[in-house]
């Protein structure tokens, strides 16, 4: 016997009769969100107590078991596990603010050593170069681009005269933040040229880009994980320079440089499911293509710092 319309739940939105939390139709949750302040506070716990459980279950399958998240999320077996591009924006987080911390207190222990009053003072001989015949000048001699509105022109000649006093005083700290405040954007751009790759590489296995991208954004998410692991170990081992603590920190260190490429060599196995003849072979095609895609990162990334004094 069906239930009387009359007692049927209908959508709020679409009036269609639904049979669940979500409506079939348009998708809309069926809860109100205006209730008792417990029930709200209720699910808000329950929904980070869920992403702490699947975040330990997510890196705990990254770093230690290579490709599995990628043939996990190929399987349909998902739900368990941070989506993969949520994961790499997290540890890009985590990273880059734990490279900053280094980087900042690697300044600092260098600024204590120099004793007041002998910094180096004599500045650097560098000029940004010549313009129309004569030495580029902000000012006298300022770099103007036909196309461009005068705003822009005046705003590049401002950059290139900070660019060129950073560099004569000597400033490297300041190029250094610079480049790494760019340096999230430059490998999110690498992760679409990696998926190119990885699909000339895989020509005839017949995947999707898609898939390919999957599997880059979780072996960046790895990188970005196991530079974060050798950035605490590092700063560990500086904390805890008493007994044989540093000899473990540094023998962490090390099987993690010797886990990285291999991480990488199991993984494109476990994933494309090749002979270790040819995984070993595309394995050291794909690091050498990738390693130069880095280096033009790199370039890009300290244009791009330069450009951001």
Same mark, same amino acid.
């Given at each position: 016997? &069906?239930?009387?319309?009359?007692?049927?739940?209908?959508?709020?939105?679409?009036?269609?009769?639904?049979?669940?939390? %979500?409506?079939?139709?348009?998708?809309?949750?069926?809860?109100?969100?205006?209730?008792?302040?417990? +029930?709200?506070?209720?699910? @808000? =716990?329950?929904?980070?107590?869920?992403?702490?459980?699947?975040?330990?279950?997510?890196?705990?399958?990254?770093?230690?078991?290579?490709?599995?998240?990628?043939?996990? %999320?190929?399987?349909?077996?998902? &739900?368990? %596990? *941070?989506?993969?591009?949520?994961? %790499?924006?997290?540890?890009?987080?985590?990273? =880059?603010?734990?490279?900053?911390? $280094?980087?900042?207190?690697?300044?600092?222990?260098?600024?204590? #050593?120099?004793?007041?009053?002998?910094?180096? $003072?004599?500045?650097?001989?560098?000029?940004?170069?010549?313009?129309?015949?004569?030495?580029?000048?902000?000012?006298?001699?300022?770099?103007? #681009?036909?196309?461009?509105?005068?705003?822009?022109?005046?705003?590049?000649?401002?950059?290139?005269?900070?660019?060129?006093?950073?560099?004569?005083?000597?400033?490297? &700290?300041?190029?250094?933040?610079?480049?790494?405040?760019?340096?999230? +954007?430059?490998?999110?751009? *690498?992760?679409?040229?990696?998926?190119?790759?990885?699909?000339?590489? !895989?020509? =005839?296995?017949?995947?999707? !880009?898609?898939?390919?991208?999957?599997?880059?954004?979780?072996?960046?998410?790895?990188? *970005?994980?196991?530079?974060?692991?050798?950035?605490? *170990? $590092?700063?560990?081992?500086?904390?805890?320079?008493?007994?044989?603590?540093?000899?473990? =920190?540094?023998?962490? $260190?090390?099987?993690? &440089? @010797?886990?990285?490429?291999? !991480?990488?060599?199991?993984?494109?196995?476990?994933? !494309?499911?090749?002979?270790?003849?040819?995984?070993?072979?595309? @394995?050291?095609?794909?690091?050498?293509?990738?390693?130069?895609?880095?280096?033009?990162?790199?370039?890009?990334?300290?244009?791009?710092?330069?450009?951001?004094?």
């Amino acid at each position: 016997m &069906t239930m009387p319309n009359a007692r049927q739940r209908r959508c709020g939105d679409c009036l269609a009769v639904v049979g669940g939390i %979500y409506c079939a139709q348009c998708g809309q949750k069926q809860k109100s969100a205006v209730r008792h302040f417990r +029930q709200l506070a209720g699910e @808000f =716990f329950n929904d980070v107590l869920n992403l702490d459980t699947r975040l330990l279950d997510t890196l705990k399958t990254l770093l230690l078991r290579p490709g599995q998240l990628s043939t996990e %999320y190929f399987a349909d077996r998902r &739900t368990r %596990y *941070l989506s993969p591009i949520k994961l %790499y924006f997290l540890l890009s987080i985590v990273a =880059f603010f734990l490279i900053q911390q $280094s980087l900042d207190t690697a300044v600092e222990a260098e600024a204590a #050593v120099v004793a007041p009053g002998k910094a180096d $003072s004599n500045d650097m001989n560098f000029t940004i170069g010549n313009f129309n015949g004569k030495a580029w000048d902000a000012k006298s001699n300022p770099i103007a #681009v036909g196309w461009l509105p005068d705003a822009a022109n005046d705003l590049m000649n401002e950059r290139l005269g900070r660019l060129e006093k950073t560099v004569r005083q000597k400033d490297w &700290t300041q190029l250094l933040h610079a480049g790494l405040a760019a340096t999230p +954007q430059a490998l999110l751009l *690498l992760l679409p040229f990696f998926a190119v790759l990885l699909k000339l590489a !895989y020509l =005839f296995r017949k995947r999707l !880009y898609m898939e390919h991208l999957i599997v880059a954004l979780h072996n960046h998410a790895f990188l *970005l994980l196991a530079i974060s692991i050798g950035l605490v *170990l $590092s700063a560990m081992s500086g904390w805890v320079a008493a007994g044989w603590w540093p000899t473990l =920190f540094g023998l962490l $260190s090390g099987l993690l &440089t @010797f886990w990285v490429p291999a !991480y990488f060599l199991i993984g494109l196995k476990h994933i !494309y499911r090749q002979s270790w003849k040819m995984t070993l072979f595309k @394995f050291g095609l794909l690091g050498f293509c990738y390693l130069n895609l880095l280096a033009l990162g790199v370039i890009l990334n300290v244009v791009i710092g330069l450009l951001m004094l």
